[in-house]
Nanobody
Framework: VQLQASGGGLVQAGGSLRLSCAAS????????MGWFRRAPGKEREFVAS????????YYVDSVKGRFTIFRDNAKNTMYLQMNSLEPKDTAVYYC?????????????????WGQGTQVTVSS
C-alpha cells in the first residue's frame, strides 16, 4: 500500500488543522496506521496510532486531549485532528502503516511510510 499525507499548513497557536493520509494500492483496514512527526533538529517522534477497525487509539502524552486520530476505511483514509496547536507541535508529520503489527502502542513496528506534510504553528 502507498500512503499520501496532506493537510499541513501554517496556523496560529491555539488553532486547528486536520491531516489526512490516503492509502492506495491496498485495503487500509488490513493495516494498523499511525502518525509520526519530526521537528527541526530532533528525532522522529511517535504521535498517535489506531487499530485496524478504528476501535482503539494510542497517543503520546504530549498530544493527549488535543489530537484525535480516526479513520474511514470505506475511504481508505486516516486522519489526525489537531486542536489547540502549540508552537512545539511544529514539525513534518508522516503517516505510517503496518499489516502485521499487533500492538498499536509499538511505535517501532511500522514499516510503510508516506511522505511528510509540514505543520507550522506560529506564536
Amino acid at each position: 500500500v502507498q500512503l499520501q499525507a496532506s493537510g499541513g499548513g501554517l496556523v496560529q497557536a491555539g488553532g486547528s488543522l486536520r491531516l489526512s493520509c490516503a492509502a492506495s494500492g491496498g485495503t487500509s483496514r488490513d493495516y494498523v496506521m499511525g502518525w509520526f512527526r519530526r521537528a527541526p533538529g530532533k528525532e522522529r517522534e511517535f504521535v498517535a496510532s489506531i487499530s485496524r477497525g478504528g476501535g482503539s487509539e494510542y497517543y503520546v502524552d504530549s498530544v493527549k486531549g488535543r489530537f484525535t486520530i480516526f479513520r474511514d476505511n470505506a475511504k481508505n483514509t486516516m486522519y489526525l485532528q489537531m486542536n489547540s496547536l502549540e508552537p512545539k507541535d511544529t514539525a513534518v508529520y508522516y503517516c505510517a502503516a503496518d499489516r502485521l503489527l499487533r500492538n498499536i502502542a509499538d511505535a517501532t513496528g511500522f514499516n510503510l511510510w508516506g511522505q511528510g506534510t509540514q505543520v507550522t504553528v506560529s506564536s
